[in-house]
């Protein structure tokens, strides 16, 4: 009988101390259940920006070509053997300036003979003018002599732009390449001789698409660079074709870029264009580095202030926006937000919507050139 007491007394102890340690794990599990409930993260660090209305430059970009508003490849229109090369590569030289002299030599030597021939036209013509005037010659003398004179004259003309076709002179004033002849090598005509090139103003060529042909004027500015957002050089557009490549669905464009003086851009450089668009007011714009593109659309996060127990704290909350043009560092943003909004302009890629975050600005992000971030430079 006692055993069956003391069995049973164990028993049900066992059983209260299983249900106790039951218990125990049960309240413990909820009490840190609740407490990392309770447990605010720290506020993650980031950059912020204003959303700005500015007053807005639309344009449109193209890729563009390079030519000297004067440039040529010089070359002689008659043949002969070289005598004289009288430039060296690179060289500026005026107009009128003799580059590249062939032997005249026969030519200098034939137009004493028809100088003489002229004179004696002349002397003749002057006393058949003379007798005809006096009644002594007849009509007939007089246009002999007349023809002769003349058709001696038309010789020494031809003779003498014989020799001006064998002296080659600078069309221009500018800056010539490098000599593709020797000194006693015969050329034919056409032969070129070097490039030569007026680097002070350029034209550049360029396409728009056909949709926006119509937004291209004459005299309109352009801005041209060597490099994208780089673009130190002004012009204006001097020409646009009257129709579409059908090829292509583009139309050419030509402008004329006159402050080339450093010769910084060289005629068929590969170049950035902008055609410059009449201004936009009250444009709402954000970095770039702002706007984050996702399958579901572009977003921001934008912060506010919250009441979190005792203390304000500033709260990121995510927000699609739409999205327009960009320009430099700058992007538009069509809805979504509005000017005075502050919007996370870096440090997202740690953030999520209704996370508590602590603003440094320490380093300006829309200062900072976005290619090179974009290509982790």
Not at 8 to 35: E, H, P, S, Y
Request: proline residues 4%; glycine residues 8%; positive net charge.
């Amino acid at each position: 009988m006692k055993r069956r007491v003391v069995v049973g007394l164990v028993f049900l102890l066992a059983v209260g101390l299983c249900a106790g340690l039951i218990w125990f794990n049960f309240f413990r599990d909820k009490m840190i259940t609740q407490f990392f409930a309770n447990m605010q993260p720290p506020p993650q660090t980031i950059s912020a920006a204003k959303v700005e209305a500015k007053t807005w430059t639309p344009s449109i970009g193209a890729i563009g070509t390079a030519k000297a508003a004067n440039g040529v490849e010089l070359a002689f229109e008659t043949a002969g053997i070289v005598s004289q090369i009288k430039f060296k590569a690179n060289q500026e030289v005026r107009q009128g300036e003799v580059l590249v002299q062939l032997d005249d030599t026969v030519e200098r030597a034939d137009i004493q003979d028809v100088q003489a021939a002229v004179k004696t036209a002349e002397s003749s013509f002057d006393r058949a003018r003379t007798l005809s005037t006096r009644g002594y010659g007849t009509e007939a003398n007089l246009d002999q002599a007349s023809a002769l004179l003349a058709a001696a004259r038309s010789r020494l003309a031809r003779i003498q732009a014989t020799i001006e076709q064998k002296a080659l002179k600078a069309p221009f004033s500018g800056v010539i390449g490098i000599p593709r002849i020797d000194v006693g090598q015969y050329l034919q005509p056409g032969t070129v001789i070097a490039s030569f090139q007026d680097l002070s103003s350029m034209k550049v060529d360029f396409t728009v698409p056909e949709q926006r042909a119509s937004e291209i004027k004459l005299g309109q500015e352009v801005r041209v660079g060597t490099t994208e957002g780089n673009l130190p050089y002004k012009g204006r557009v001097i020409g646009k074709d009257p129709r579409v490549d059908p090829k292509t669905r583009l139309v050419s464009v030509q402008a004329l870029v006159e402050d080339n003086k450093d010769g910084a851009i060289l005629p068929g450089q590969f170049l950035h264009v902008e055609a410059v668009l009449p201004e936009q007011p009250n444009v709402l714009t954000v970095p770039q580095t702002a706007v984050i593109a996702s399958l579901y659309g572009d977003y921001v996060y934008t912060i506010d202030e919250e009441q979190r127990g005792d203390n304000k704290v500033q709260v990121a909350k995510q927000v699609f926006v739409k999205t327009g043009r960009r320009r430099g560092g700058a992007l538009e943003i069509v809805s979504g937000v509005s000017a005075g909004q502050q919007v996370v302009a870096s440090g997202q890629n740690k953030l999520q919507s209704g996370a508590a975050v602590k603003i440094d600005n320490s380093i300006d992000v829309t200062k900072l050139d976005t290619s090179k971030l974009a290509s982790g430079q």
